[in-house]
């Protein structure tokens, strides 16, 4: 994706390089056009009273309204004044519109955008929504709009300034409901990795055994933690439970999937190029796109009320993908329920993380399986119909119009089985594929669909405003039953002094399968038996415990009767958490979450450096350096040398063990998946991984170890030159916040208005400071926390906070990267929230008056 969006904003004109010079010195000028008024008056007869906007020294807004219609009016103002080009960004994006901002480099993208229909889905859950949410959805859509009617072109953000050079004739249309619902679309697949895991394990099937394919993706292990390790069922009907942890595959299943990974190797090859392109705009996917989040009780703080922690793990983003507000009833009343504080997305409407006046909650990805390839036989005579149990069926089918800024509108037809789109025509070279019947001799044509629950209509809008209302544990287990796609682990807490944990979510019924492999679609053997039941999804209130941690891990064991994932997180993060957690036992304060947030406890190291030790070196000076490893704490600093030299070696283990078995797209990203695997694999030393094919000697693990380090040694003499003592973990392990559309152009001086950075940072792969990079390509850092939070329920003014980079979406603006500093250095802002602690910290306040 990247290089063809380099040439889209090359191809716009030929004399880029020369635009991009005039753009630089136009900065100058055009630079303070779109700043926002932040104090003084502004007339808006869209409101019905005044409104106050109350911002800090960071520019965080708290919003004062006596009704909820003005209050969330004026959160779509305020999220416009500040955000607008990130949000019409995302609103192109989630709607495959792209083409219309950056032209045909990103006709594919559309096509595959509109071949999921995320946009259609969306306009289909504001026609159901009921009137009280559409109200305040109407209210949130007449702010945007609002300040759009007052604001144009660098007015509304310098990047229009930058497209308008590319794309003239471009101009913001009005914002719509639907533009707020499909954003949740985006975030839905951007948190389900699943998909690329069930595609990748297709494409080594057609080369390993499955037993070889099962070893590089290992079962969760029964050491690791779970976070509600005693919850159990307590009523339900066995019939619809049935057993499917329980279930052996048939020896004929198994080489039905071997068949279908050979046969279809080529499209599931195409479409895992597709993911890793679009992921260039959406942020990467995967496990290390994951949080932590967790709460213990007043038995075990200093103030005698509960403390939860949260940090959300997302891509790295410029500006961030958060926006900390504050959205206050002047009193609360039937017509105004709200005094919440919190961390929102710009373009939604409420406080996605945060606390009201009684209750705090917090997310973490549940990476729960709702998506399932299905291969679908086509009739060879007729491509729009498709076998269901023998007979042909007609296809749905849906005409997309795309329109091209600088060329023609191309005209896509998008296919429907009963599992959902065809996402295999959406991908060149992939074409219905003229194969072997699996079950006979006769010709048949496969392609390949995807059932995945958010591609049905969804209530995630009505549960996140239920969250914002929510005064009480069973107000808030009302609003997770409406929280059906991209499920959380959702996290509680209330000042009574109780916690609790609630799964929710539209989870599949599986059969006949695990989820883990596409199936045949051709029978009802394979399909859906409807989705688990609320009242059996897990939960807990105030468990035994003392305390609730949620880190990606498995929430319940194999005992639990329903399939939620086989790909958890393997409980890294979640078991570090836990040990520092159990270690003080009590006492616990904001400082003491503090420090465990910036925990770089590396548990890989703690594995692999012993075995590292024990090995004798080819060279003295190899020892050496080896030998700096002996004293180290297994804590990933930022100014470390063991630090860095561990990762080296790490990056170069995994290049000697797999690079020889697997094609480019499929090389280790040093992630906790790997991570488990190398632990297993080093149990093994003879075992088949360790040889490397493409040399006439047999190796084994030792051998792979030492020249691993060696390989290691000379990349860190090469990079930080030939004294080890003076080598820092941060001067290879950097961040740099990348604007998600013009900042990824690959142009030099475009990129430098919009993106900042490398800044030197702390943490890693599956750690709790979880700053992930991917040991495919380099050291940079690619997922970070993308915002800190601190509850203090005895008192919620000595709450803290930080997102990664500013509040503000404006470059050059004081409160661009004001936050950066902050936040690198695992610091916080006073995270106030009472009318009193607000007026105190406020630098800048703006009334909204109606005419």
């Known amino acids: 994706m990247i290089p063809q969006f380099r040439k889209s904003l090359q191809i716009f004109g030929a004399i880029a390089v020369i635009f991009t010079i005039t753009v630089a010195s136009l900065t100058l000028y055009w630079v303070t056009d779109s700043w926002p008024q932040q104090s003084g008056l502004i007339l808006l007869p869209q409101l019905s009273d005044r409104v106050e906007v109350r911002r800090d020294a960071y520019g965080i807004p708290h919003i004062y309204a006596s009704n909820s219609h003005d209050l969330f009016l004026a959160q779509g103002y305020v999220h416009a004044q500040d955000r607008f080009w990130q949000m019409d960004f995302w609103r192109h994006l989630g709607s495959g519109r792209l083409s219309e901002l950056f032209g045909e480099s990103q006709l594919k993208t559309d096509q595959f955008l509109r071949t999921l229909g995320w946009s259609r889905i969306a306009t289909q859950e504001v026609q159901t929504l009921p009137d009280e949410f559409l109200a305040l959805l109407t209210a949130y859509t007449e702010g945007v709009n609002a300040y759009l009617q007052e604001h144009q072109g660098t007015d509304l953000s310098l990047e229009y300034g930058v497209l308008k050079g590319m794309n003239p004739r471009y101009q913001p249309e009005s914002w719509q409901p639907e533009h707020t619902l499909t954003w949740a679309k985006v975030m839905a697949w951007d948190l389900g990795a699943n998909l690329d895991d069930e595609i990748e394990r297709a494409v080594l099937l057609q080369t390993y055994s499955p037993e070889q394919v099962d070893e590089l993706f ?18 339900g009907d066995p019939e619809l439970i049935g057993n499917q942890f329980g279930e052996i595959l048939s020896e004929k299943t198994e080489v039905s999937r071997a068949a279908i990974a050979s046969l279809l190797s080529p499209s599931f090859n195409s479409i895992a190029d597709q993911l890793s392109n679009l992921a260039t705009l959406t942020g990467p996917r995967g496990g290390e796109i994951g949080s932590n989040s967790w709460v213990v009780s007043g038995a075990k703080t200093s103030t005698g009320k509960p403390l939860l922690a949260n940090d959300p793990h997302l891509g790295v983003q410029m500006p961030s993908i958060w926006y900390e507000m504050g959205l206050h009833c002047r009193s609360k009343t039937p017509d105004c329920l709200y005094d919440i504080t919190g961390f929102s997305f710009p373009g939604m409407a409420g406080v996605i993380i945060g606390h009201s006046d009684r209750i705090a909650w917090g997310f973490t990805n549940l990476g729960a399986d709702t998506m399932d390839l299905y291969i679908e036989k086509i009739n060879p005579e007729n491509p729009n119909q498709y076998e269901v149990n023998g007979k042909w069926v007609d296809m749905d089918q849906v005409t997309e119009t795309i329109q091209i800024a600088g060329g023609k509108p191309v005209v896509e037809t998008v296919r429907y089985t009963r599992h959902g789109p065809l996402i295999s025509e959406t991908y060149p070279p992939l074409k219905p594929l003229l194969v072997p019947d699996l079950a006979s001799s006769n010709p048949a044509i496969y392609a390949i669909a995807l059932r995945w629950t958010a591609l049905e209509p969804a209530h995630l809008f009505p549960a996140i405003i239920q969250l914002n209302q929510a005064q009480n544990w069973p107000d808030f287990r009302k609003a997770a039953q409406d929280f059906d796609i991209a499920p959380q682990n959702l996290l509680y807490a209330d000042i009574e002094g109780n916690i609790g944990y609630q799964m929710p979510g539209k989870l599949p019924i599986r059969t006949h399968s695990d989820g883990r492999y596409p199936v045949p679609g051709w029978t009802d053997e394979q399909e859906w038996n409807g989705y688990i039941p609320f009242e059996q999804l897990p939960f807990t209130f105030n468990p035994p415990s003392g305390y609730i941690v949620t880190a990606n891990n498995a929430v319940v064991d194999e005992s639990y009767p329903y399939v939620i994932t086989k790909d958890w997180d393997y409980g890294f993060r979640a078991q570090r958490i836990v040990d520092l957690l159990n270690a003080q036992k009590a006492g616990f304060d904001v400082e003491s979450f503090r420090a465990i947030q910036g ?16 090995l004798s070196l080819d060279a003295p000076q190899t020892e050496k350096i080896r030998d700096l490893l002996t004293p180290w704490d297994f804590q990933l600093e930022e100014k470390s040398a063991s630090a860095a030299i561990f990762e080296t070696f790490w990056s170069e283990l995994l290049t000697a063990t797999f690079h020889d078995n697997f094609s480019v797209d499929f090389w280790p990203n040093g992630g906790h998946r790997w991570i488990k695997v190398m632990a297993d694999l080093v149990e093994h ?40 003592q003076s080598w820092e973990w941060g001067n290879l392990h950097q961040v740099t916040f990348r604007n998600q559309s013009l900042g990824q152009s690959g142009i030099a001086p475009l990129e430098a208005i919009f993106n900042r950075g490398g800044v030197p940072i702390a943490g890693g792969n599956a750690i709790v400071n979880a700053t992930a990079w991917n040991a495919q390509k380099s050291f940079e850092v690619t997922a970070i926390p993308s915002m800190r939070m601190i509850l203090d329920l005895s008192n919620w003014n000595t709450s803290v906070a930080v997102s990664s980079t500013g509040q503000s979406g404006h470059a050059f603006h004081p409160h661009y990267t004001d936050l950066i500093p902050l936040w690198r250095n695992l610091d916080y802002h006073p995270m106030v929230s009472s009318r009193s602690e607000v007026e105190a910290n406020t630098r800048d306040t703006l009334i909204l008056l109606p005419n």
């Open 218 to 235: 290992p079962p969760y292990s029964n050491q690791a933690p779970v976070i509600l390790p005693d919850w159990k069922i307590a009523q």
């Open 599 to 614: 925990d770089n406890y590396n548990l890989n190291a703690q594995t692999l450096v012993p075995i590292l030790l024990n």
């Open 685 to 724: 030393p003879d075992s088949f991984w360790w040889d490397n094919v493409l040399t006439p000697e047999v190796e084994n693990r030792d051998f792979i170890f030492k020249q691993a380090f060696a390989v290691a040694v000379a990349e860190l003499e090469n990079r930080l030159g030939k004294n080890p």
